[in-house]
């Protein structure tokens, strides 16, 4: 049966030039530290959703982009701000990718990966890996089982399969073809201008790192002191993995 993902998309995003320009500052920020210097990269944004990474990567210079989603409703707002992006059914994913072998030098992840069941994930990674260049990046993000509301993370959308940690992450770019796999943490929180003050931005700030500091000591409780401390605490998780070049 097909499903309107859009209905859901909409809770939380709007196709509007304000909540564009404000997703494209976030992603400047969470992204811009692991992209590419050469802005002549070719880059493959895998489930381009509305198009926001797209959107922010297009304000960086980058100027070879394309993407593609399985919902329509996405792929009109993608097409409605003039992106380079395709609607690709489910079911044709992999031979997609398999068309493109060896055809981009950054592919593009973003909160995909918990939507693909846990039997077929491994296959869209590998494809993933077979459609970067020698030596090309993945990256993408994911839901973060370590934080402490990741049950609603989970959950909270209806065609999520799964959430990773830092371990099962690397484990899956692993098996998937991926070497020197990195995985940091993302933080959607950022301290506010005179947190001191305890008024405003600053209260949420300090519950949060009041908060934070509680499921720090909880890990290390449970793990232990050196395990404990190394844990990423934060929503999601981003990892970059580079295709292996050949020998």
Known sequence: MKIDYTRYYLKWHQNTPEHRASMVALYSRLLGPFLPANRSAHVLDVGCGMGFALSTLKSLGFDHLEGFDCDQGQIQACQQVNLNASLVPVEQTLAHLHARKASFDLILSLDVLEHIPVDAVLDVVAAIAAALKPG?????????????????????????????????????????????????????QTKPPRAWLPIGAAKHWWLFRFVRLWRRLEMMAELGPAQGRSVPLSLNLLALARQPVAS
Do not use: K, Q
């Open 136 to 188: 090309g990046t993945f990256l993408c993000t994911v839901p973060n089982a370590n934080n402490a509301i990741a049950e609603r993370w989970r959950y909270n959308d209806w065609t999520h399969h799964n959430s990773f940690t830092e371990h099962s992450l690397d484990f899956l770019l692993f098996n998937g073809g991926f070497r020197e796999i990195s995985v940091h943490p993302v933080e959607f």
